[in-house]
Antibody, heavy 118, light 110 residues
Framework: EVQLVESGGGLVQSGGSLRLSCEAS????????MNWVRQAPGKGLEWVSH????????YYADSVKGRFTISRDNAKKSLYMQMNSLRAEDTAVYYC???????????WGQGTMVTVSS | QSVVTQPPSASGTPGQRVTMSCSGS????????VNWYQQVPGEAPKLLIY???QRPSGVPDRFSGSKSGTSASLAISGLQSEDEADYYC???????????FGGGTQLTVL
């Protein structure tokens, strides 16, 4: 079964750090570009970051640039997001998503909740 | 405020046809594929339409997408109660070098 499973969410104080992980199974992880998308409570979807299949191409939303770092380990079939200098507005469910050849996010994880207390 | 705009709400009765719009600009919808996602409250989003008008396997043909210029739309025919969800359009923005989501349309089946 094609699957993405996120972990690493939790409660952290403002200014703190957290590292999210996303483990892939059921497909050749190294062939796909990956993304993080978040959703604040009661709000819409917000794209956070993208990484190419090799890890050489990376993009970030302006809201997290300079604070978040996306990375991947193809041998471990895993995607990561290192989040530093966390703010209350970073509170959200964070989803990892696989990007298909047409820019669509065709596989999503179940999400992991990050709560930043001020 | 997203650079891609969707109406916040839409509604219809069972069996009816409903459409929802997604408006952008030349740097996003005008030059890139539009994808649509369905999100039932409490669940992860699901890809509904990709490459403007293509349905992934398993998505009923009641769902259809289209794109013209800097706008796109999603149509749902034969509306069913299970279609009650939030719908998001998304596309790449060449100026921002970012994926942009619309604010979402909450569909209510009356």
């Amino acid at each position: 079964e094609v699957q993405l499973v996120e972990s690493g969410g939790g409660l952290v104080q403002s200014g703190g750090s957290l590292r999210l992980s996303c483990e892939a199974s059921g497909f050749t992880f190294s062939n796909y570009e990956m993304n993080w998308v978040r959703q604040a409570p009661g709000k819409g979807l917000e794209w956070v970051s993208h990484i190419s299949s090799s890890g050489s191409g990376i993009y970030y939303a302006d809201s997290v640039k300079g604070r978040f770092t996306i990375s991947r380990d193809n041998a471990k079939k895993s995607l990561y997001m290192q989040m530093n200098s966390l703010r209350a507005e970073d509170t959200a469910v964070y989803y990892c998503a696989r990007r298909d050849q047409f820019d669509g996010f065709d596989i999503w994880g179940q999400g992991t909740m990050v709560t930043v207390s001020s | 405020q997203s650079v891609v705009t969707q109406p916040p709400s839409a509604s219809g009765t069972p069996g009816q046809r409903v459409t929802m719009s997604c408006s952008g600009s030349s740097s996003n919808i005008g030059s890139n594929n539009v994808n649509w996602y369905q999100q039932v409250p409490g669940e992860a989003p699901k890809l509904l339409i990709y490459k403007n008008d293509q349905r992934p396997s398993g998505v009923p043909d009641r769902f259809s997408g289209s794109k013209s210029g800097t706008s796109a739309s999603l149509a749902i025919s034969g509306l069913q109660s299970e279609d009650e969800a939030d719908y998001y359009c998304a596309t790449w923005d060449d100026s921002l070098n970012a994926m942009v989501f619309g604010g979402g349309t909450q569909l209510t089946v009356l």
